[in-house]
């Protein structure tokens, strides 16, 4: 393990996959092309990475704040997050909601302004993928819905039994996967096990994702809301209702809570914010694939 300016530390996985990490901040990064152009776009991935972690520091009051139509960020990453969000800030939305994107999408950014021509690079940032395909490349990631199905093995390693994998070509413009739900690291204020979004920039995929996770809703007893600040005094999302626990609900319910979510998700599609998403309630499945010439191939 290598340390670096700033307290950030990097890794070479037995895998051939590299490890980057400082504070919250957790990337594993795939690049695949000639070893001496993967080198060079690792290395300056390397020389960018810990600087983002203070930027954002800086402008961490800002971006907690509600996007408005008079916000300004001054700092790479930070932009990237204000640009992700803009066009939700009618509703109720944090620039926070596309921090893992954003980061994700910067450093994919310099690893390709250092390294063209290469074949293939995904950054991965806690799940929410930036993703570079060449023309015929292929990318497929597994898909989970509940985040309890990770097990440590006596050797430290995670595994995870993933409910389908999801296969993207190069030809379908995807940049970006990001998956939000109520049992992942971040709040959700609806129901959702998980939404996986497709889209252009990881930091589009993740505030989409956030976004859509909010739509899947319902009201029943088996839910458990609590606000937000009750749980974490730092959260961007104030004394606002989250989910904390979802009982078995009716398929009713189920259906209800999904359709609305796969509605708003179609809505966003046809502006050209997102181009699909996968939406996991209890076992049930809602997809809304882009309209392009190669499919996306989900597998359950």
Known sequence: MTQAGYGAVRALLDNGLH??????????????????????????????FGSILPELVTELSQLRRPVGDKTTFQTPVAQRMGDACWPYRRGFVTAMAAVAGSVADEI??????????????????????????????TYTVGLVSNIDQVRVTALAVPTIAPDGTLTVHASQGIGGIATSGWRGRSFSMGIADSVTVLAVTAAQADVAATLIANQVNADHP???????????????????????????????????????????????????????????????????????????????
């Open 222 to 300: 088996g839910i458990t809301r609590a606000p937000a600040n009750t749980l974490k005094d730092d959260t961007d999302l104030g004394d606002r209702r989250v989910t904390v626990d979802v009982g078995p609900l009716p398929e009713t319910i189920i259906r209800q809570a999904l359709t609305h979510g796969a509605q708003v998700a179609r809505q966003w599609q046809a502006d050209g914010l997102i181009l699909g998403a996968v939406l996991v309630l209890q076992g049930h499945v809602e997809a809304v694939f882009p309209a392009l010439a190669e499919p996306c191939r989900y597998v359950a």
């Open 108 to 137: 994919l950014q310099v690893i390709l302004q250092a390294a063209p021509g290469l074949r293939r690079v995904f950054v991965n940032n806690g799940g929410d993928i930036a993703l570079y395909l060449s023309p015929e490349e």
């Open 19 to 48: 490890h980057f990490q400082h504070g919250p901040i957790d990337l594993i990064i795939g690049v695949d092309g000639e070893p001496a152009c993967v080198q060079t776009g690792v290395e300056a991935a390397w020389q960018r």
